[in-house]
């Protein structure tokens, strides 16, 4: 072997040398031709006399100088020498210029052809842009113009302005390509060239490469200039500013100049943008404008052929559109059977590309039965006409594709359809190999198994559908029916490949066992281990697929780790090495993945121990789970020591929150040489946010329970737990993510939520103000059409951050940080507009930049500006629909900064903050749902349903209750009533019960028994809105809106002492129906029964005075009264504790105590859930009662007569005028004491 080798070593060597030859024999041919033209230039420009050439003469010259220059450009290209070709141009051009001057421009000797392939031969070399531009240049500006002398024989034609076109786009010059092209175009002044069908293809080509590309570029002057002068954008306008484009560029062309292979381009533009602008509210209508090219297409008499008919239909499949599908399918094939004479202008025949895109199409868009039935077309056709399209493997795989990739974005009962229409396809597809035809193949097959999946199979099971697969209803479990589809492979003796067995585990789920026994029916599947053990059979597996077994094995394992079944680890790993196959680094992965899930921590470090080859590790891990490692690796693969193995243990450690074992595992992997990379450090930094998270969630719920047992040592209403735990795990990720290059939206989120759960706030205002500046930086690429904030990577992380960040100060009481993220959003959201508006060429405000203070004036004794902005942030660029919500402050993040205020006691704030959600309550008026709506109203546009506005309604309602509350604690009644009067203006609906149960109770607090009861009647004077059958619940039927606010009012009144108010509230409430009346109507007219089942002690206590005075009141005589009081209370039932009845107890201390004379309560014998009052002591009660009553109105009336009389106003008045006196007299005498001083 020693031998050959230095025998092919001189060979290869000379075959180099022999190469070297070859360019070198070229570049001295081009050399001396550049010599040649440069000598003849300089002997002409030497001659004195002009030079007369015939055109015979000239004509042989040029079509000489034409292939020699051709010929050396193209060789100078081979050997990549662009120096050479341009100093052949320059020559060429030199020589020309000399014969023009010396026969008076008589005899032009270029071609325009030379330069067009000089500019495709250097664009062939490393020669950069600059190289090839000047080259251009020359051909425009020194050989092209009509100041210059006359050297070439034609005018510029398209095929120079083809290659250079073709030169921009190999280097991505879109922006150049297009400047350049209308130049030529639109310049009046300059050499003009017009292009052709070609030049269209070129560009339109170049613009569909770009957006696969993500290629971007500034708006052009025109388009800017278009915005600022009207103002108006165009709402039909794409916002893939490519396509935008590619119709400008078509009305350049005239119908001549366009044939079937421009549009074929133009719809590729189209094709790409349906592809990549598919998110809401930036979605570009590819339908549309696939068919207003095909319009465009008929009017210009230019017939398409089937390739550019594939491209709409893509089109209609990229854009789920499967009516425009079938629409143009129908077309085709009706197109094909009209006369010949009609066919002016027609389609052609569909293919078998064709109709397997519209079966797509439908399958896609989950219509299974429509594309069956055009297979079934298909065939009915094939059989009938031989001219037809016979539907093959691939038609049929296709249609199955379809379904699984629809699968992917659908639910349960939309992936059972899908699953049943794959499931009928291959049902066709078995019945065609009966029939000897083309039949289903391995790949059909792995798709059917990629759609498999429990949710699917229980959904399609209690379906009641006839078409319902029989082989799914026959099983019951759901590993049957894999195992059967398995089988069926097998009886049409269809190879089963690594994927077939790969897709079949993974479709089992979470289902250990039935991953295992479907990895037992691969390693007994003699067809499938001969071809996997054979190399030439691995290679037509790509990736992981290519290790065979071992990749069916390591699915298993994926499902056994995420159980943590070790038993089925061990079984996987025998049945593994009964094959004599080894494991790899994927399968130790997850066997460590597996004892994470187990918590057994332990064991991974002995598993890491025994990857060094350690026996004693090995022994350790056969004792516990029967598991010989070393065995079941190759002996190359000892030791096996690599980062990903140790950094699953390192987070499989962190997220049983063994820190200790994590320590050890990087201590081990420092003594080893390998560092974290990138994606294992991340994924330890996101397991420390968790655990700071999970952390605090601790250290809240023991400040909670602190806080109970002494509620008088923390700070109003804020909970303030001692940030330990999740202080150091947060410190940890802080510290950690400094290591990460360039770290994503993805990776800083968590981070900034771990900081605000530890109290870092500060940490996270710096997290969160680096992903605004990121995110600043993704508009300034902006093409003018919105289309990279869609794929903005920051922007669509930063609303859910936010509304985190909030929740976090919200739920401690934090309103500094709360206020600080608020001006950080309000900031990003006004330079969002304002970069909108600029690109609109519309002009900013000037108070955009006071905007963003508006939140930090909150926390100062400044007053809330009266033009505070509406509900504007959807002007934040079109991001709203994208991101499903805006950047800026929306109602529930304003909500949060309330609660916040409120947790935290800062009434201020609160006050201050209520007219910034305003237009958020505004929104969810009842009078703009259209179910209220007048009819004339309706028109023309859409409105919400009243079940939407009160979904909208019931998540923003809790503003208000937080600021009631803060009111109330800090004592601010008269900021309570406004804050309600001005929700029930905005809302049009009455305000939450809790927040006028706040607000009455601060009003009994400051003894304003009147304004509790005008409260009460303002809120119940507001009609309610109707609840949907989703809004209602058993637990509003119970307890209704107006029983808890009678309730909770009485209660506060009562708490208070203001009896008499609480008693007319009872009176009103019962008369209108909403409490319930306690009498109750009985046949024996010696006793009075009253029922206070369900009532508070306060009811209860208004329910008695109110039915004694009612009842007195019916009688003639007052005095009369000659009946016993029974009270029902009950045997407490429903008490805190069962049957111990707590309502008696109370009643009667309320009997003995408030009532006076006091109510002697008894209880019945036998009965412990009823009190008898005899009727001596309700009799005491009522002359009580009468005597207090004549009392005020004896000491009203002399009031009154005081002040009728005048001797009350003179009594005031000489009082006043003796104080008077009696102040001057003191300052007379203080003043002589300084006089003698």
């Known amino acids: 072997m020693a031998k050959k080798k230095r025998s092919l070593e001189p060979k290869a060597t000379k075959d180099e040398s022999r190469s070297y030859n070859v360019n070198d024999a070229l570049i001295n041919a081009c050399t001396s031709l550049v010599y040649f033209l440069n000598n003849e230039a300089d002997s002409l420009n030497t001659l004195d006399n002009q030079l007369q050439l015939s055109t015979e003469t000239a004509e042989s010259i040029r079509q000489v100088l034409e292939m020699v220059l051709v010929q050396a450009v193209r060789a100078a290209s081979e050997v990549g020498d662009f120096v050479l070709i341009n100093k052949l141009i320059h020559a060429a051009v030199g020589y020309a210029t000399a014969i023009a001057h010396k026969t008076n421009n008589t005899a032009p000797l270029l ?96 613009l569909a490469d770009s957006i696969s590309n993500g290629g971007v570029r500034n708006t052009n002057d025109r388009v800017a200039n278009n915005y600022a002068a009207d103002d108006v954008i165009d709402e039909d306008a794409s916002p893939c500013w490519q396509w935008n484009e590619a119709l400008g560029l078509l009305d350049t062309f005239s119908s001549l100049q366009l044939n079937n292979f421009a549009y074929a ?372 693969s000892i030791p096996m020591i690599e980062e990903e193995i140790y950094s699953a243990a390192i987070t499989s450690s962190l997220r049983h929150d063994q820190l200790g074992v994590a320590d050890q595992v990087l201590l081990s992997m420092k003594k080893n040489g390998l560092t974290l990379n990138q994606n294992s450090l991340k994924e330890i930094i996101l397991e420390y946010c968790r655990m700071a998270i999970d952390s605090s969630k601790d250290e809240f719920k023991i400040a909670r329970l602190m806080k109970r047992q002494e509620p008088d040592v923390t700070v109003h209403g804020i909970v303030e737990p001692i940030y330990i735990t999740s202080l150091a795990r947060a410190q940890a990720a802080m510290a950690m993510l400094k290591g990460i290059e360039h770290p994503s939206p993805s990776l800083l989120s968590p981070v900034a939520k771990a900081c605000c759960a530890a109290g870092l706030w500060q940490e996270a205002r710096s997290i969160v103000r680096r992903m605004h500046r990121a995110a600043i930086r993704e508009l300034q690429h902006d093409t003018g059409s919105l289309s990279t904030i869609v794929q903005g990577e920051f922007l669509a992380e930063l609303p859910r951050l936010h509304r985190s960040l909030l929740k976090y100060c919200a739920k401690g009481g934090n309103i500094t940080p709360a206020l600080n993220f608020a001006d950080d959003i309000q900031f990003l959201a006004s330079k969002i507009r304002q970069h909108g508006k600029s690109l609109r060429g519309l002009k900013t405000r000037e108070e955009e930049t006071d905007m963003v203070l508006l939140s930090s004036r909150l926390s100062m004794d400044i007053e809330t500006p009266d033009n505070v902005p509406e509900a504007d942030f959807s002007d934040s660029g079109a991001l709203y629909s994208i991101l499903e919500r805006p950047i800026g402050l929306t109602g529930q993040d304003w909500k949060l900064i309330l609660i916040a205020a409120s947790r935290g006691g800062h009434w201020k704030v609160c006050v201050g903050t209520l007219p910034f959600i305003r237009p958020y309550v505004k929104e969810t008026h009842p009078m703009y749902a259209r179910e209220l709506a007048p009819t004339e109203s309706n028109r023309g546009r859409s409105r919400p349903s009243l079940a939407r506005l009160n979904r909208k309604y019931d998540r923003i309602a809790r503003a208000l209750t937080a600021a009631i509350l803060c009111f109330e604690a800090r004592s601010q009644y008269a900021w309570a009533i406004r804050a309600i009067d001005d929700w029930i203006e905005w809302s049009g609906r009455r305000p939450r019960k809790e927040a006028v149960a706040s607000a009455c109770r601060v009003l009994a607090k400051r003894y304003r028994g009147q304004e509790v009861i005008n409260l009460v009647a303002r809120v119940m004077s507001i009609p309610e809105v109707e609840l949907t059958d989703d809004d209602a619940s058993d637990d509003d039927l119970d307890y209704t809106y107006e029983k808890a606010l009678y309730t909770e009012s009485i209660n506060a009144l009562y708490k208070r002492g203001m009896y008499e108010e609480a008693d007319q509230l009872y009176a009103e409430g019962a008369a209108n129906g909403h409490l319930p009346w306690a009498v109750m109507e009985d046949c024996d007219p010696s006793t009075l029964k009253l029922d206070l089942h369900g009532m508070s002690i306060a009811v209860a206590h208004s329910a008695i005075c109110v039915s004694l005075q009612k009842e007195t009141a019916r009688s003639s005589d007052g005095s009369v009264w000659d009946k016993d009081v029974v009270i029902i209370t009950g045997t407490g039932r429903r008490s805190g504790e069962r049957f111990r009845p707590v309502l008696t107890t109370e009643l009667q201390k309320m009997l003995q105590g408030q009532f006076v004379p006091s109510l002697a309560a008894s209880a019945v014998p036998g009965n412990k859930g009823m009190l008898k009052v005899p009727r001596e002591d309700i009799v005491a009660w009522f002359d009580h009662q009468r005597r207090q009553k004549r009392e005020r109105l004896l000491a009203v009336a002399e009031a009154m007569r005081d002040i009728t009389s005048g001797d009350r106003l003179e009594r005031a008045l000489m009082q006043s005028s003796n104080r008077l006196e009696r102040a001057l007299r003191q300052k007379y005498e203080n003043v002589d004491e300084k006089a003698q001083q």
Not at 410 to 437: C, D, F
């Open 111 to 206: 071609t325009p052809r030379i330069f067009g392939e000089v500019i495709t031969s250097i664009s062939k070399t490393k020669a950069s842009h600059s190289k090839v531009k000047s080259l251009w240049n020359l051909f425009l500006n020194d050989v092209a113009s009509d100041s210059s002398p006359t050297i070439l024989s034609s005018a510029p034609s398209s095929y120079e302005l083809n290659a250079m076109l073709t030169s921009l786009s190999e280097r991505n010059k879109v922006s150049a390509a297009l400047t350049l092209y209308r130049r030529m175009v639109e310049d009046e002044v300059g050499v003009k060239i017009e292009g052709d069908a070609y030049t269209a293809s070129i560009l339109f080509g170049m």
């Open 265 to 636: 381009a133009l719809l590729k533009v189209n094709e790409r943008a349906t592809e990549v602008y598919c998110e809401a509210g930036m979605r570009h209508n590819g339908v549309q404008c696939a068919m207003s090219v095909l319009e465009r297409m008929k009017t210009d008499s230019i017939s398409p052929d089937v390739i550019t008919c594939s491209t709409l239909m893509t089109t209609f499949d990229k854009g789920r559109n499967w009516k425009a599908a079938v629409t143009l399918l129908n077309a085709m094939e009706a197109s094909s059977k009209a006369d010949e004479t009609d066919k002016k202008w027609s389609l052609p025949l569909p293919n078998t590309f064709t109709y397997a895109l519209a079966i797509s199409a439908c399958a896609r868009c989950n219509k299974g039965e429509l594309a069956l039935s055009i297979l079934d077309q298909m065939e009915t056709k094939a059989s009938s006409d031989e001219t037809s399209v016979e539907p093959n493997t691939w038609v049929y795989n296709a249609a199955i594709a379809a379904c699984s990739e629809s699968n992917q974005q659908s639910r349960s009962k939309a992936k059972a359809a899908n699953l049943l229409t794959a499931l009928k396809i291959l049902e066709k597809m078995e019945k065609l190999t009966s029939n000897g035809s083309n039949g289903p193949d391995t790949v059909s097959y792995n798709t059917i198994f990629s759609l498999l999946d429990t949710a699917s199979f229980n959904a399609l099971k209690e379906m009641n559908d006839g078409d319902a697969m029989s082989q799914l209803k026959r099983h019951d479990r759901f590993a049957d029916v894999v195992i059967d589809l398995l089988d069926s492979m097998r009886e049409h003796g269809i190879s089963r490949d690594a994927i077939t067995y790969y897709n079949a585990i993974m479709a089992c789920g979470l289902d250990s066992q039935d991953a295992l026994e479907i990895f037992r029916l691969c390693i007994y599947d003699k067809q499938f281990i001969e071809t996997a053990t054979v190399k030439d059979s691995q290679m037509q597996l790509k990736g992981r697929a290519a290790s065979g077994v071992v990749f069916v094995a390591n699915a298993a394992l994926s499902v056994a780790s995420i159980t943590g079944d070790m038993s089925v680890v061990s079984e996987v790993i025998t049945d593994l090495s009964s094959i004599g196959a080894k494991m790899n680094s994927e399968s130790i992965r997850h066997i460590v993945r597996a004892l994470g899930n187990i918590g057994d921590c332990e064991m991974i470090l002995a598993l890491l121990i025994c990857l060094r080859g350690q026996d004693f590790a090995n022994d350790l891990m056969k004792e516990r789970y029967s598991i010989d490692v070393l065995s079941n690796l190759s002996e190359k």
